[in-house]
């Protein structure tokens, strides 16, 4: 009897066992995202302020000689950069913003959706749009400000890595929140 048990046993496990294996699910490595605080950027060589998070870095462009007012907003924890310029305004606004538009919609080859979020405040006499590319974009956030007479200030978010709005969906949550800060809070230093 005990044979008999054994056996039926062994032949359960034998053929049971004989199913192809289900491989585990892709996971990605969770990131923490840190309480945000706010600063203001405003230093004497450049023109214009704005607030952003203390974990971000500011970084002069260094290949811009032409362009001094270029900078980088680096996010070091996340390998991400907001890379912003700055053009002044010579009776070539509508070419400036013409290009600036152009740029942004190179990226429909990947984009499942572009939304335009625009931009006014009236006081501080700034102007702009929000971009926000759904998809696997190389770019997911870009946005433009501008006083129509005198300057234009671009900024277009790039992470370190392989597009993948799932794995990167809460870092770009946490640096959205900072560029809506940076657009809102933005403002040319009275002369």
Not at 94 to 106: N, P
Request: hydrophobic residues 35%.
């Amino acid at each position: 009897m005990m044979k008999k048990i054994i056996f039926i046993l062994l032949v359960a496990v034998v053929f049971g066992s004989c199913s192809k294996p289900t491989p585990k699910p892709v996971g990605y490595y969770r990131i923490e995202i840190p309480q945000n605080e706010y600063r203001t950027f405003a230093d004497d060589a450049y023109p214009y302020q704005f607030q952003l998070s203390e974990y971000a870095q500011v970084k002069p462009r260094p290949d811009t000689k032409d362009d001094r007012y270029w900078i980088d907003i680096y996010y070091p924890q996340f390998d991400g950069t907001i890379y912003c310029s700055y053009k002044a305004v010579n009776n070539n606004f509508q070419e400036i913003t013409e290009d600036t538009r152009e740029f942004v919609y190179k990226h429909t080859v990947k984009a499942d959706d572009i939304t335009e979020q625009p931009f006014v405040n009236d006081e501080k006499h700034v102007y702009g749009i929000l971009y926000r590319l759904e998809g696997n974009t190389a770019s997911p956030t870009q946005f433009i400000l501008t006083d129509s007479v005198s300057y234009l200030f671009r900024g277009a978010l790039y992470f370190n890595a392989k597009p993948n709005k799932d794995s990167i969906a809460p870092v770009l949550d946490f640096i959205n929140a900072d560029i809506v800060r940076l657009v809102e809070s933005f403002e040319m230093k009275k002369n």
